[in-house]
């Protein structure tokens, strides 16, 4: 009796194995192994945050996958998606999530207090055993510098904010129009100019974002100064569809009136002077 099972049940297994072979590539069932080569990212990027969605907007699929381990290629079973978008962010963190599927968005109510932001959206097609792909993500910030000149006294409490009318970004690309506000904190440096420093996150709502300076007088009270930060930005040549954004310097001097914008390296682009 034994010896007769034994052929069926080796013949059972067999069928099992074909059923999930290249050769029957149509079966829904049977996942494809996504695999992700993590080599080439940015030493900044300490975490990813995966979304693996129907690129068809057909139907609500959708699996997430946390990784922070970067030392070997990272395999994810997927379905098998005619339209399939592979959504990847670097460095977020203190997020709420909203929606699902192809409507997912994050906020983050201090987007100028964000990590390096990176990002890839790659579309891709399933129906097959294996998928390979090695992220290239792009840098979704301008890291932004305030310089102020010596003769620029600061013996008063001042504070410094920067706002941006983005407070949060779709899965798949796209601002979410919100409050992204913050106080900014000034340090000294040794030649005695004070800086402060915020990421600039990319954006499509610019013509808003401004640096607000509020400044304690003992009797008229507090001053506040606006600076269109975007305004400037622009007439300076700005790009924000560039791929990898460019930071950004601006040299205040309230003494001159002018203030002077940086973009890259100034061999790159020299200094943009704007009179007040």
Wanted: with cysteine.
């Amino acid at each position: 009796m034994m010896k007769a099972i034994a052929p069926y049940a080796t013949a059972m297994l067999l069928l099992l194995f074909v059923s999930c072979s290249k050769t029957f590539e149509d079966r829904g069932d049977c996942p494809c192994v996504l695999t992700l080569d993590c080599s080439g990212l940015p030493a900044s990027v300490r975490t990813l945050d995966v979304w693996i969605l129907d690129g068809s907007s057909r139907s609500s699929y959708m699996k997430k996958v946390y990784i922070t381990d970067f030392s070997s290629p990272v395999s994810i079973d997927i379905d098998r998606l005619q339209t399939l978008d592979i959504c990847v962010w670097g460095n977020m963190k203190h997020l709420e999530f909203h929606g699902s599927g192809t409507d997912t968005y994050f906020l983050k109510r201090k987007s100028v207090d964000a990590d390096s932001l990176y990002r890839e959206i790659e579309h891709a097609d399933s129906r097959c055993d294996e998928l390979h792909h090695k992220l290239s993500l792009t840098k979704e910030f301008s890291r932004v510098t305030l310089l102020f000149s010596p003769s620029m006294s600061f013996e008063k409490e001042m504070e410094l904010i920067y706002h941006q009318p983005v407070s949060g970004y779709y899965i798949q690309g796209g601002s979410v129009e919100g409050d992204a506000s913050t106080s900014l904190l000034l340090r000294r440096l040794p030649d005695g100019q004070n800086a402060a420093s915020f990421n600039m996150l990319r954006n499509d709502l610019k013509n808003t974002s401004e640096l607000e300076l509020i400044l304690p007088f003992e009797k008229q009270g507090n001053a506040r100064f606006s600076i269109p930060i975007w305004k400037y930005l622009q007439d300076a040549g700005f790009d924000m569809e560039k791929r990898n954004l460019d930071d950004i310097t601006f040299s205040l001097d309230y003494s001159f009136n002018v203030t002077g914008i940086t973009i890259n390296d100034w061999t790159d682009c020299p200094p943009y002077r704007i009179e007040f």
